[in-house]
């Protein structure tokens, strides 16, 4: 468990300090929350990677975030021209789901509040599926079914384990990465389970109609790479591929004027020569470190607001806050 969510389970001890006692002490301005999912009925992308939020857990959220925060656009974060008398929030979400669509663009709308949509361009119009989601979907089955032992043994072939049982492949796929969607792939045709299938029938993504339609209600969207690998797991060249090119079909296909970049999983791992390209290409990206002081103008970090167990915003808030002051206390900020 990561030090943040220690605060997070002691949020008792601060309930008495208030949001913007503790922003000021932080000396920001501004946070940026951001979601991928919010379950409205029965989940098969997300239920055993995380817990995401409930439609009345989210719109929790919401009225938290309004009470204390105004909302922010991109514009508005870009630019750095939003009401410095006031504290804002810029909320985002990330893999462009259809999600976003059917359920937190409603909510979003009647709340009026603004937000980002980070879409992965290989997966635009449901053409492939994140290999979370497909680790997602293999746990379901291997939950779901009994195995035989013939069954056992070529599952060993494929992920390699001395002795299979549910508990153990289940946590051998959870570690899996992009790297090895040949061994997803192979265990999905094991099962009789079809990704294509499923795209076709469940369409988890949005549709370039959907986005259209969204970026007329006043939603904007940018970038989250082509396929969603980790990039401390890819070379300097295969990151700056994935992101100007996933940025430029973004660009392009929805005619932005802003070029918004928010890194898979997290910026861990990526150098200073990759964000000099990024500035040379005008591209302002985003990572998930919480609330982080940045020199780059081009650079901003964002609050995750989901784990595996459930917290109000206020108490990821207020514990990102607390974290963010230990931290300058101690000079590691």
């Known amino acids: 468990m990561q030090f943040k969510e220690y605060l997070f389970r002691i949020s008792f001890l601060y309930r008495f300090f208030s949001v913007h006692f503790l922003m000021k002490c932080a000396k920001i301005k501004t946070i940026n929350p ?5 379950v409205d009925g029965r989940n098969e992308l997300t239920n055993y990677l995380y817990t995401p939020k409930t439609k009345a857990q989210f719109n929790k959220d919401l009225q938290f975030l309004k009470k204390y925060f105004h909302s922010l656009t991109a514009k508005d974060i870009a630019n750095s021209n939003h009401n410095l008398d006031s504290f804002g929030f810029f909320l985002s979400f990330d893999d462009g789901l259809s999600n976003f669509y059917s359920v937190v663009a409603p909510m979003l709308l009647k709340e009026k ?3 980002v949509n980070f879409l ?5 119009d449901n053409q492939d599926l994140f290999y979370r989601y497909k680790v997602n979907l293999l746990i379901t089955h291997i939950r779901e079914n009994v195995f035989l032992e013939a069954q056992k043994n070529e599952i060993a072939k494929i992920i390699a384990l001395n002795k299979i049982t549910k508990s153990k492949l289940i946590n051998t796929l959870k570690t899996l990465s992009s790297k090895d969607s040949d061994k997803l792939d192979k265990l999905a045709k094991l099962f009789k389970i079809s990704f294509k299938e499923f795209l076709k029938k469940k369409t988890p993504y949005l549709t370039t109609e959907q986005i259209l ?3 007329m209600q006043g939603f904007y969207f940018g970038a989250h790479s082509k396929n969603h690998p980790y990039y401390a797991e890819i070379s300097l060249e295969e990151q700056i591929k994935q992101t100007i090119e996933s940025v430029t079909v973004v660009e392009n296909k929805f005619n932005l004027a802003m070029r918004l970049f928010s890194f ?3 910026d861990d791992g990526v150098g200073d020569a990759f964000f000099d ?6 591209i302002i990206t985003f990572g998930t470190a919480g609330i982080r002081n940045s020199d780059n103008p081009l650079r901003f970090q964002r609050i995750p607001m989901e784990y595996n167990t459930v917290y109000s915003a206020e108490t990821i808030i207020k514990g990102e806050l607390i974290y963010h002051i230990l931290k300058k206390i101690i000079g590691k900020q």
Do not use: G, Q, R
């Open 34 to 38: 951001f979601y991928h999912f919010v």
């Open 113 to 115: 509040v603004h937000a």
């Open 120 to 124: 992965n361009s290989d997966f635009i």
């Open 213 to 215: 339609e969204l970026k």
């Open 264 to 266: 898979p999983f997290s």
């Open 277 to 282: 390209t990024m500035k040379k290409e005008k």
